[in-house]
């Protein structure tokens, strides 16, 4: 569009709709905040005020991160990204507690562990694997939904005692629609009444064929309480990920996607951000959902602070303008006019949104959350 209210634009700069009047003013352009100016006079406005010139159009503002295709050559291999789900009791909390304790970095230093979301193993073998703490399952298909397809295997944890129920099933259905490969673990094998074998046959019925009936799906047997079958486990994560060949530019300006996020009262507001590709460093400028911000410090799953953070990386950061949602996308980019330009340009959408597409009915309302 070739005009552009005052307001707009003054949201777009982030600065007082107000203080764009006066200056037009003196420039002998008398308007108020709801009326339009045109291009060049826009343009006139943002150097005035010492910003960058924004990109009137809207579909300039937004990042385009989809077309926005890292070279071939410039890729390197990434760690995978895994989530567990399954049925609740079945042990999903204790499992990820069970594999992180075969993390070796932590066992070397003793290091305290901080819940952040997220953490990474380093196994004995030296290769990383990035867990996501279960996001449950409405999060899972929400983050989903917004694009944010962030996880690379899932771990389906079904207990060999209790066998399918009906969020193992759901699990099973989310993790389909995600194009998503799936790891079997069978767990509380440790148990008398544990009947895995049942549990595969039952897993036929939803189209789940383990390799031991003669299909592709790696399963495993486990035990998270007696720790048996972790290796087994780690390994077959391993495996898994090397089929699927992930890889990411690391050498770029970073993206990545929030996984939680809070208001801490010491640190202001915090997020944990699961890096997607390129490098997050700290003093970098970068907008997140519709808040922007600059790295102030970042702090991993160990509870130390770090300077950057690599692809498949989960870190805390601190710097932000408010709390951003969960699965909102992060994106570093070149100065703070900018990042306000676009977080300006985000919140102004949301509020369009909020105001004219309020579900009508039932129906609406899950087509909208699917
Ligand atoms: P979640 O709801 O899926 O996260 O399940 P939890 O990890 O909280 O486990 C539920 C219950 O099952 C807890 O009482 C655990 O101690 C128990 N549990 C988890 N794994 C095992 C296992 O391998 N063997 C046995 N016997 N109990 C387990
Ligand atoms: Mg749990």
């Known amino acids: 569009p070739e005009a552009i209210t005052v307001q707009e634009l003054a949201n777009r700069m982030a600065e007082k709709g107000a203080d764009l009047v006066k200056a037009l003013f003196k420039m002998g352009n008398p308007v108020t905040v709801n009326q339009t100016i045109d291009q060049d006079t826009a343009e006139l406005l943002v150097t005035e005020f010492g910003h960058n010139i924004l990109r009137v159009s809207d579909s300039d503002v937004e990042i385009d991160t989809a077309s926005d295709v890292d070279a071939p050559e410039t890729l390197q291999a990434r760690a995978p990204v895994v989530t567990i ?11 990820l507690d069970a594999l992180r304790g075969t993390d070796v970095v932590s066992g070397e230093s003793g290091g305290i562990t901080q819940h952040i979301g997220a953490y990474q193993v380093k196994t004995k073998g030296g290769e990383i694997i990035t867990f996501l703490d279960t996001p449950g399952h409405e999060a899972f298909s929400e983050m989903r939904a917004r694009g944010a397809n962030i996880t690379d295997i899932v771990i389906l944890v079904v207990a060999a005692d209790d066998g399918l129920m009906p969020q193992t099933i759901e699990a099973i259905n989310h993790t389909k629609a995600a194009g998503v490969p799936m790891i079997v673990a069978i767990n509380k094998v440790d148990k008398d009444s544990a009947n895995p074998q049942r549990v595969r046959e039952r897993l036929l019925e939803h189209e789940v064929v383990v390799e031991g009936m003669g299909g592709d799906v790696q399963d495993v047997e486990v035990s998270a309480l007696k720790k048996i079958g972790l290796d087994d486990l780690i390994e077959k994560i391993l495996l898994q990920a090397e089929l699927l ?27 944990t951000v699961l890096v997607g590709r390129g490098t997050l ?28 953070a690599g692809p498949s990386s989960p870190v805390e950061v601190l710097g932000l303008s408010g709390v951003p949602g969960a699965g909102d996308q992060m994106s570093v980019v070149e100065n703070e006019a900018r990042a306000r330009e676009v977080a300006a340009y985000r919140a102004e959408q949301a509020t369009k949104k909020r105001t004219t597409a309020a579900p009508t009915n039932f129906e609406s309302m899950f087509s909208a959350l699917s």
């Not at 609740?88 to 204790?94: A, I, L, P, Q, Y």
């Open 85 to 95: 789900m399954g049925h609740v009791d079945h042990g999903k909390t204790s499992l």
């Open 245 to 271: 060949e992930l890889t990411a530019n690391p050498d770029r300006a970073a993206e990545g996607t929030v996984i939680e996020a809070k208001l801490d009262k010491g640190r202001g507001p915090v997020a």
């Open 281 to 308: 460093r700290v003093g970098d400028t970068f907008v997140v959902g519709a808040e922007s911000g600059k790295v102030r410090a970042m702090v991993n799953d160990k509870g130390q602070n770090i300077k950057e």
